[in-house]
């Protein structure tokens, strides 16, 4: 165990005084004084002290109306615990929530190395803020280019192009954010098209991207954890293009799936909230936008069969009772 210095110490000291709960609230700039504040320093110290308490959500405040001078003491037996275990690790120099550098968040059941890695903590504290306020300030802002692309296979009429982000863990549309050396969000969604499609190249001689619009989105970061607002700007990609290869990581989904917020496409969920807001914003809808590539190609059976179970079934049925009557006129005649 390393010996603390002694901004450390002094701070474990004043959260191991913290009056219990069943003992009467002390005032903190005390209890900053006691630790080893000097005179001019523990007001301020107090002040501070406080806010971090009333974050952490274990100790109760209150103010003394006559002089405003600010009174604490811990709200059960384990909020007090949970002030002496900071003070142990204040002592210890050790961080409670670390790995900082790890980048994503995962869905619960959490293991404890998750619950305690930077970005997994800081999604969970996140998230029951964004609970607890509708209009939760957001913590960073970021400019986003998202890429229609919808075609029409025949028998399955519109589809549209969905991309697994290995990093959130969710399908998105082809595209992503725009970095400081794109000179706008055109070459941004260039970027990302020739990025995320496998052997893709933008030729301005067959391909073209018509913006669609920009909407505003706070959500999750799913990388980060932190409350985000993302600034989305829309385009759909028009070509000529008889094909176009989608790699392992690309799905074809239909327009309702696309639209619901609870849909899963092999697992998993899909980050489409600025294009139902977007969807919403364009007159008639998606529904209403041309298909910008067409490939005239007819899915697998395998396809069908998930997508239309029912009409295969059917269609199946009709040709296994047409093959029944072929059979029986044919033994009839024979019989003649």
Not at 23 to 37: I, K, Q, S
Not at 76 to 82: I, V
Not at 84 to 98: C, E, H, I, K, Q
Not at 133 to 141: I, Q, T
Request: glycine share 10%; with cysteine; charged share 20%.
């Amino acid at each position: 165990m390393t010996t603390p210095d002694a901004s450390a110490e002094r701070l474990a000291r004043v959260l191991e005084s913290v009056p219990g709960p069943s003992e009467g609230p002390a005032p903190v700039a005390d209890l900053c004084t006691a630790a080893g504040f000097g005179p001019d320093d523990a007001r301020t110290a107090a002040e501070v002290f406080v806010g971090l308490l009333r974050a952490s959500g274990a100790v109760l405040v209150t103010a003394e109306p006559e002089t405003g001078r600010l009174f604490a003491k811990s709200k059960s037996p384990a909020a007090a615990l949970f002030l002496g275990s900071l003070a142990a690790y204040l002592r210890a120099g050790v961080p409670v929530v670390d790995n900082w550098t790890r980048a994503g968040t995962v869905e619960p059941p959490y293991q404890p190395n998750q619950v305690l890695a930077g970005p997994q903590f800081l999604h969970l504290i996140e998230h029951r803020r964004l609970g607890l306020f509708a209009e939760a300030a957001p913590l960073r802002e970021r400019r986003i280019v998202h890429v229609l692309v919808k075609t029409r296979f025949r028998l399955m009429g519109p589809r549209y192009l969905m991309i697994y982000d290995r990093a959130a863990r969710q399908y998105q549309l082809p595209g992503g954010h725009l970095r400081a050396d794109d000179p706008d969000p055109l070459a941004a969604a260039v970027r990302e098209l020739e990025e995320e499609l496998p052997e893709f190249a933008f030729d301005t001689g067959r391909d073209r991207l018509v913006e669609l619009g920009e909407v505003d989105v706070t959500q999750q970061s799913r990388t980060y954890g932190a409350v985000t607002r993302y600034r989305i700007v829309h385009f759909q990609l028009v070509s000529t293009r008889q094909s176009l290869n989608i790699g392992p990581d690309g799905q074809w989904v239909s327009e309702r799936t696309l639209l619901n917020e609870h849909a899963l496409v092999k697992g998993r969920t899909l980050n489409t909230a600025g294009l139902r807001r977007l969807a919403a914003e364009l007159p008639g809808g998606l529904g209403r936008l041309a298909a910008g590539l067409s490939f005239g190609r007819r899915p697998s059976l395998l396809v069908l069969l998930r997508e239309k179970p029912w009409e295969v079934l059917g269609a199946a049925l009709s040709v296994i009772g047409l093959v029944i009557t072929l059979v029986q006129v044919a033994i009839e005649m024979g019989a003649g």
